[in-house]
């Protein structure tokens, strides 16, 4: 596997943070985005999209900001967020209980949970 799509964040709180996502021609770039630690958020049509920073994975969608956030907080203990790669299989429905928690869905038509250069394959 390669390395990290994105350095994650320094910061210890939500800050503004350009990083790359995985997407199903290749990385994206977001311009307008925050992170923090592992963790990168961005706006787009349908909600708040949280991402892997580590690989440019979408984790999940949230209905607003805030929602997002506080998945990011109820997630973060559950795994080592730093890894270049996925969670196992129970350790994943663990974090998708998590975040149905907090009102965040796994959409179906993004890619999730592939490095960027095996999506763009």
């Not at 964040?9 to 199903?24: D, G, K, N």
């Not at 892997?52 to 080592?80: N, Y």
Request: glycine letters at 12%; zero cysteines.
């Amino acid at each position: 596997m390669s390395g990290p799509l994105n350095t994650p964040s320094t910061s210890s709180t939500w800050a503004p943070y350009p990083f790359l996502i995985a997407t199903i021609v290749g990385p994206m770039a977001v311009d307008f985005g925050a992170a923090r630690g592992p963790f990168g958020l961005h706006g787009e049509k349908g909600g708040w999209h949280l991402t892997h920073l580590p690989t440019g994975a979408l984790i999940g969608v949230a209905p607003s900001i805030e929602a997002a956030m506080d998945a990011a907080d109820g997630i973060e203990g559950i795994w080592d967020w730093s890894i270049v790669g996925r969670p196992e299989d129970a350790t994943m429905k663990v974090i998708r209980e998590a975040l149905r928690s907090h009102g965040v869905t796994s959409p179906t038509d993004y890619p999730a949970w592939k490095p960027a250069l095996e999506i763009a394959a």
